[in-house]
């Protein structure tokens, strides 16, 4: 089994800054893939960044390009996401999610909440 542990969320205003963490543990011999999703009330959960454990290559959703940035560090399993200049419509419950391999399994965290307000 995997365990993630997702902090970083909280109140911030329009224009803030917070960095959310993922720490990963447990049975992990290797992963594939991280990545940060979020879902707002309404609206179905989506991808706003990934990162490839091999190489680090990135993926951004369009809305977060420029504003978010994903990173990790190997050693201590722990995925970033830097979101800069955020905006209202940033307001989601951001989920991490690991891939151990090409097609899987999946691993979500609990989820943490990110409201952007005045």
């Known amino acids: 089994q995997v365990q993630l542990v997702e902090s970083g969320g909280g109140l911030v205003q329009p224009g803030g800054s917070l960095r959310l963490s993922c720490a990963a543990s447990g049975s992990i011999f290797s992963i594939y893939a991280t990545a940060w999703y979020r879902q707002a009330p309404g609206k179905q959960r989506e991808l706003v960044a990934a990162?490839?454990?091999?190489?680090?290559?990135?993926n951004y959703a369009d809305s977060v390009k420029g504003r978010f940035t994903i990173s990790r560090d190997n050693a201590k399993n722990t995925v970033y996401l830097q979101m800069n200049t955020l905006k209202s419509e940033d307001t989601a419950v951001y989920y991490c999610?690991?891939?151990?391999?090409?097609?899987?399994?999946?691993?979500w965290g609990q989820g943490t909440q990110v409201t952007v307000s005045s």
């Open positions: 990162i490839m454990t091999s190489g680090g290559s990135t």
């Open positions: 999610n690991v891939r151990l391999a090409y097609l899987g399994p999946d691993y």
